[in-house]
Nanobody, 114 residues
């Protein structure tokens, strides 16, 4: 199984970006899907994820601005980011638990200028 993330880039404050992460390979079960981010000099933090019941959960810092979504038929997860702020600048990582194994995407850089 491999993950391919895309969609990062440079955007002005208040702008929008949409990240995608596609999983390819033999997938028997999907056990977890989440987006993390790591800003320079900081620890990696959870941004948004789906619970085991399928509900979307968000970090307080992104509630109301970010939306996590998925297309199970395509084994793809998305992160719609609106009203971006300079403090959202980070490398964003997708994380899947597939076939009960952890997989990480390669990271995609999001830079928000003020």
């Amino acid at each position: 199984v491999q993950l391919q993330a895309s969609g990062g880039g440079l955007v002005q404050a208040g702008g929008t970006l949409r990240l995608s992460c596609a999983a390819t390979g033999r997938i028997v079960s999907r056990n977890g899907m989440a987006w993390y981010r790591q800003a320079p000099g900081k620890q990696r933090e959870l941004v948004a994820n789906f619970t085991s019941g399928g509900s979307a959960m968000y970090a307080d810092s992104v509630k109301g601005r970010f939306t996590i979504a998925r297309d199970n038929a395509k084994n793809t997860m998305y992160l719609q980011m609106n009203s971006l702020k300079p403090e959202d600048t980070a490398v964003y990582y997708c994380h899947f638990v597939l076939n009960w194994v952890d997989y990480w995407g390669q990271g995609t850089l999001v830079t928000v200028s003020s």
